[in-house]
C-alpha cells in the first residue's frame, strides 16, 4: 500500500468499534469475542465509517487497547481476511478491504453522485438547492469584481476582505458586535473545524458533545482520538444543565461542541438563559465553548415576531466561545464558505497554521457569498426558510400517515426531522433502504457512543411535492426493515464492550 494511505491508532480504532452496535440476538448467548470484533469492523467498512485502504493497528497493539487477548484479535484479523475486508502482507501490515464484487461503501450522510441521482432517493443529506434566481445574479456581480483580484496572488489566509466585513456585519445585526478581524473565513465550517480542532485540541483530550450531535464532527473528532464525553439533551430537547455541570468539573474536557441554533439533528432552540448557565460552568471548568452556528439562520418554525436568542458568544465574559458558521446551509452548499469567529489573536494564529494546509478559500466564492450576504440576504433567507417550511408542513404529515408509530416532534427550525423509530434499528433500515435505492442516515450516527439505534434523520429539504412519494417508499423500506429483523439470525450480532 502508498505510504500516504490512512492510518488508524488502535485508539481511534477502539473508540469507532464502540460506536458499532450490533442488534442483539435473542437470548441470553454470547458470541466469541473475535467475531463480534470481525462483526464490528465489517460493519465500520460496509458504512463507510472506516475508510477501504485505511491501515490497522497491529495485532498486539489493537488487543492492548480493547483489552483483549492477542489471539482473539489475531482470530478476527483472519476471520475478516476470509471474508475479503481485510488483506495483510508481510512488513507491510493490515488494511481494510472489500470482497471481490462488492460496490464501494456508501455513507448516507454524503451527497448521492450525480449519476445515481435518477435512481436514488436521497433521504440522508440535509442541504437546500441553491436560491435562484438569487444566486447567479450575485455570482455575476461577483465576476464583475474579478479582475481586480486577478491582479495578485489569489491567497487571503484570513479570507477576502469584503466578506470578512459582511459576515461581522451579520454578526453585529444577530446582537454580537463584531470587528473584520474576529473573523477568518475558511473552506467551508468542517474546514473552520477543523482549524480550530488542531489549535486547541490534542490527541487523547477530552471533549464534551451533546447526544446526539453532527455526525460529521463526532467522526472528524474520534479519528482525532478526542475523546468524546456526551451529554444527554433532555427528552423536551433542551440541555440538561445538571448533567453539564457534572460532566465538566468532573471530566474537565478541553472543549465543548455544541449546536444551540437549530440544532443538527433535533433541530431544538437552545434560551439565552440556558446559554448563560452552560457558558459559567465552562468557565469555571476551563473549557473552551466550541459553538456551532451553521444552522443558526434556518428560523423557519417560530412564532410570528419571535426572534432567535442571540449568539452564543453575545453571553460570553471571558472570551472563551470560538463560534464557527457557514454559508452552506442557507446561501449553497456549493460555495465551500465557513467562518470562525474567536478572539483577534486566535484568528491571527489560525491564518498563520492554515497556510501549511489550504492557503485560502476560493475568491470567486467568497465574492459571490459576500454579495448574497450584503445585498441579497432577506431575500434569500425568505426565499429558502419558505422552502423548509413547506418541506416540514408536507412531511410531518405524510409521516404520521403512513408511519403512525414512528414519533418526532416539529422543531422551530433547522433542516431535518429526529425520528424514533418505534423500535425499528436505524441501521437496519439504512441497509433495506441501500437495497431499495433509498439513503436514510440511521441515528447511531449521530451518537458518540453508538446510542440512538432506534432513530433516524429526515431531511425537510425534499421538495415538499415529492414528499408524499418519498414517504411511501420510506413506509416500504420500513416494512422490509422490519421482515428481515424478526428472521434475521443471531450470528455475529452480540455487542463487543470496549
Given at each position: 500500500?502508498?505510504?500516504?494511505?490512512?492510518?488508524?491508532?488502535?485508539?481511534?480504532?477502539?473508540?469507532?468499534?464502540?460506536?458499532?452496535?450490533?442488534?442483539?440476538?435473542?437470548?441470553?448467548?454470547?458470541?466469541?469475542?473475535?467475531?463480534?470484533?470481525?462483526?464490528?469492523?465489517?460493519?465500520?467498512?460496509?458504512?463507510?465509517?472506516?475508510?477501504?485502504?485505511?491501515?490497522?493497528?497491529?495485532?498486539?497493539?489493537?488487543?492492548?487497547?480493547?483489552?483483549?487477548?492477542?489471539?482473539?484479535?489475531?482470530?478476527?484479523?483472519?476471520?475478516?481476511?476470509?471474508?475479503?475486508?481485510?488483506?495483510?502482507?508481510?512488513?507491510?501490515?493490515?488494511?481494510?478491504?472489500?470482497?471481490?464484487?462488492?460496490?464501494?461503501?456508501?455513507?448516507?450522510?454524503?451527497?448521492?453522485?450525480?449519476?445515481?441521482?435518477?435512481?436514488?432517493?436521497?433521504?440522508?443529506?440535509?442541504?437546500?438547492?441553491?436560491?435562484?434566481?438569487?444566486?447567479?445574479?450575485?455570482?455575476?456581480?461577483?465576476?464583475?469584481?474579478?479582475?481586480?483580484?486577478?491582479?495578485?496572488?489569489?491567497?487571503?489566509?484570513?479570507?477576502?476582505?469584503?466578506?470578512r466585513e459582511a459576515v461581522a456585519r451579520r454578526f453585529t445585526e444577530r446582537g454580537l458586535?463584531?470587528?473584520?478581524?474576529?473573523?477568518?473565513?475558511?473552506?467551508?465550517?468542517?474546514?473552520?473545524?477543523?482549524?480550530?480542532?488542531?489549535?486547541?485540541?490534542?490527541?487523547?483530550?477530552?471533549?464534551?458533545?451533546?447526544?446526539?450531535?453532527?455526525?460529521?464532527?463526532?467522526?472528524?473528532?474520534?479519528?482525532?482520538?478526542?475523546?468524546?464525553?456526551?451529554?444527554?439533551?433532555?427528552?423536551?430537547?433542551?440541555?440538561?444543565?445538571?448533567?453539564?455541570?457534572?460532566?465538566?468539573s468532573g471530566a474537565a474536557p478541553k472543549a465543548a461542541y455544541v449546536i444551540p441554533d437549530?440544532?443538527?439533528?433535533?433541530?431544538?432552540?437552545?434560551?439565552?438563559?440556558?446559554?448563560?448557565?452552560?457558558?459559567?460552568?465552562?468557565?469555571?471548568?476551563?473549557?473552551?465553548?466550541?459553538?456551532?452556528?451553521?444552522?443558526?439562520?434556518?428560523?423557519?418554525?417560530?412564532?410570528?415576531?419571535?426572534?432567535?436568542?442571540?449568539?452564543?458568544?453575545?453571553?460570553?465574559?471571558?472570551?472563551?466561545?470560538?463560534?464557527?458558521?457557514?454559508?452552506?446551509?442557507?446561501?449553497?452548499?456549493?460555495?465551500?464558505?465557513?467562518?470562525?469567529?474567536?478572539?483577534?489573536?486566535?484568528?491571527?494564529?489560525?491564518?498563520?497554521?492554515?497556510?501549511?494546509?489550504?492557503?485560502?478559500?476560493?475568491?470567486?466564492?467568497?465574492?459571490?457569498?459576500?454579495?448574497?450576504?450584503?445585498?441579497?440576504?432577506?431575500?434569500?433567507?425568505?426565499?429558502?426558510?419558505?422552502?423548509?417550511?413547506?418541506?416540514?408542513?408536507?412531511?410531518?404529515?405524510?409521516?404520521?400517515?403512513?408511519?403512525?408509530?414512528?414519533?418526532?416532534?416539529?422543531?422551530?427550525?433547522?433542516?431535518?426531522?429526529?425520528?424514533?423509530?418505534?423500535?425499528v434499528s436505524g441501521a437496519a433500515l439504512a441497509r433495506a433502504g441501500e437495497r431499495a435505492?433509498?439513503?436514510?442516515?440511521?441515528?447511531?450516527?449521530?451518537?458518540?457512543?453508538?446510542?440512538?439505534?432506534?432513530?433516524?434523520?429526515?431531511?425537510?429539504?425534499?421538495?415538499?411535492?415529492?414528499?408524499?412519494?418519498?414517504?411511501?417508499?420510506?413506509?416500504?423500506?420500513?416494512?422490509?426493515?422490519?421482515?428481515?429483523?424478526?428472521?434475521?439470525?443471531?450470528?455475529?450480532?452480540?455487542?463487543?464492550?470496549?
Amino acid at each position: 500500500m502508498a505510504d500516504w494511505q490512512t492510518t488508524v491508532t488502535s485508539p481511534a480504532l477502539a473508540r469507532l468499534l464502540a460506536t458499532a452496535r450490533l442488534p442483539e440476538p435473542p437470548g441470553a448467548a454470547r458470541r466469541p469475542a473475535y467475531r463480534t470484533l470481525a462483526a464490528q469492523v465489517r460493519l465500520l467498512v460496509s458504512e463507510g465509517r472506516l475508510p477501504v485502504g485505511a491501515r490497522l493497528p497491529a495485532e498486539r497493539e489493537l488487543a492492548l487497547a480493547l483489552r483483549l487477548s492477542r489471539t482473539t484479535v489475531a482470530t478476527a484479523y483472519e476471520a475478516l481476511r476470509a471474508d475479503g475486508y481485510l488483506r495483510s502482507r508481510r512488513g507491510s501490515g493490515s488494511w481494510t478491504a472489500l470482497p471481490e464484487g462488492s460496490a464501494p461503501p456508501s455513507d448516507a450522510l454524503h451527497p448521492v453522485p450525480p449519476d445515481e441521482q435518477g435512481r436514488t432517493l436521497d433521504l440522508g443529506v440535509a442541504a437546500l438547492p441553491a436560491p435562484q434566481p438569487f444566486l447567479s445574479a450575485a455570482a455575476a456581480r461577483a465576476v464583475e469584481q474579478l479582475p481586480a483580484y486577478a491582479a495578485g496572488h489569489g491567497h487571503y489566509p484570513t479570507g477576502v476582505p469584503v466578506l470578512r466585513e459582511a459576515v461581522a456585519r451579520r454578526f453585529t445585526e444577530r446582537g454580537l458586535p463584531t470587528t473584520p478581524d474576529q473573523i477568518l473565513i475558511t473552506i467551508g465550517a468542517m474546514g473552520a473545524l477543523h482549524l480550530v480542532r488542531q489549535a486547541l485540541l490534542g490527541r487523547g483530550d477530552r471533549v464534551a458533545v451533546e447526544a446526539p450531535s453532527y455526525a460529521h464532527t463526532l467522526q472528524a473528532l474520534r479519528l482525532n482520538e478526542a475523546r468524546l464525553v456526551p451529554v444527554p439533551l433532555t427528552p423536551a430537547f433542551r440541555w440538561d444543565l445538571a448533567e453539564w455541570r457534572r460532566v465538566l468539573s468532573g471530566a474537565a474536557p478541553k472543549a465543548a461542541y455544541v449546536i444551540p441554533d437549530f440544532h443538527n439533528p433535533t433541530g431544538a432552540l437552545i434560551d439565552e438563559e440556558q446559554r448563560r448557565e452552560l457558558l459559567a460552568a465552562a468557565r469555571s471548568a476551563g473549557t473552551v465553548v466550541l459553538a456551532d452556528e451553521t444552522t443558526a439562520e434556518l428560523s423557519w418554525g417560530l412564532p410570528a415576531g419571535v426572534t432567535p436568542p442571540r449568539p452564543t458568544a453575545a453571553l460570553d465574559r471571558a472570551a472563551q466561545v470560538v463560534t464557527v458558521g457557514s454559508a452552506g446551509k442557507l446561501l449553497w452548499g456549493g460555495l465551500r464558505i465557513g467562518w470562525v469567529r474567536a478572539a483577534p489573536a486566535l484568528v491571527r494564529r489560525l491564518a498563520t497554521t492554515r497556510v501549511y494546509s489550504d492557503v485560502g478559500a476560493p475568491v470567486l466564492d467568497q465574492l459571490i457569498a459576500a454579495e448574497l450576504l450584503t445585498e441579497d440576504l432577506p431575500a434569500v433567507r425568505a426565499h429558502q426558510l419558505a422552502r423548509l417550511r413547506a418541506g416540514a408542513e408536507a412531511l410531518a404529515p405524510a409521516l404520521r400517515e403512513q408511519l403512525p408509530h414512528w414519533r418526532f416532534t416539529l422543531p422551530p427550525g433547522g433542516l431535518a426531522l429526529w425520528v424514533a423509530t418505534g423500535g425499528v434499528s436505524g441501521a437496519a433500515l439504512a441497509r433495506a433502504g441501500e437495497r431499495a435505492g433509498v439513503r436514510i442516515a440511521a441515528g447511531n450516527r449521530f451518537g458518540s457512543d453508538g446510542a440512538f439505534e432506534h432513530h433516524v434523520r429526515i431531511p425537510l429539504t425534499v421538495a415538499a411535492p415529492a414528499v408524499p412519494d418519498a414517504v411511501r417508499r420510506l413506509a416500504e423500506v420500513a416494512e422490509r426493515a422490519e421482515e428481515e429483523g424478526r428472521w434475521q439470525g443471531a450470528d455475529d450480532t452480540q455487542p463487543l464492550a470496549v
